[in-house]
């Protein structure tokens, strides 16, 4: 099992940028994939962005293409969200997942 920690979250207006930071610990990091999801108040949760255990290939999500980046540093076993252009309804509890385990999120609040 891994042990994963979110951080980066904050309060950004909107067109602003941040950057998310997933950080792993306990489990080979480079051999997984590792995801990052969000969960908005009453609503299910939904894939974001993705990328592959060499670095080298990345998918998004629809919402998000074009503004966001995905990218990892195995060398730091920590995986990067860069979030460009930011909407309100980009505001989310922001989750990684990696071989199976989720961290505890990091809030996203983007105002209007």
């Known amino acids: 099992q891994v042990q994963l920690v979110e951080s980066g979250g904050g309060l950004v207006q909107a067109g602003g940028s941040l950057r998310l930071s997933c950080a792993a610990s306990?489990?080979?990091?480079?051999?997984?994939?590792v995801d990052w999801y969000r969960q908005a108040p009453g609503k299910e949760r939904e894939f974001v962005a993705g990328?592959?255990?060499?670095?080298?290939?990345?998918v998004y999500a629809d919402s998000v293409k074009g503004r966001f980046t995905i990218s990892r540093d195995n060398a730091k076993n920590t995986v990067y969200l860069q979030m460009n252009s930011l909407k309100p309804e980009d505001t989310a509890i922001y989750y990684c997942s990696h071989s199976g385990s989720w961290g505890q999120g990091t809030q996203v609040t983007v105002s209007s």
């Open positions: 990328v592959a255990g060499s670095g080298g290939t990345a």
């Open positions: 306990g489990r080979p990091f480079s051999r997984y994939n």
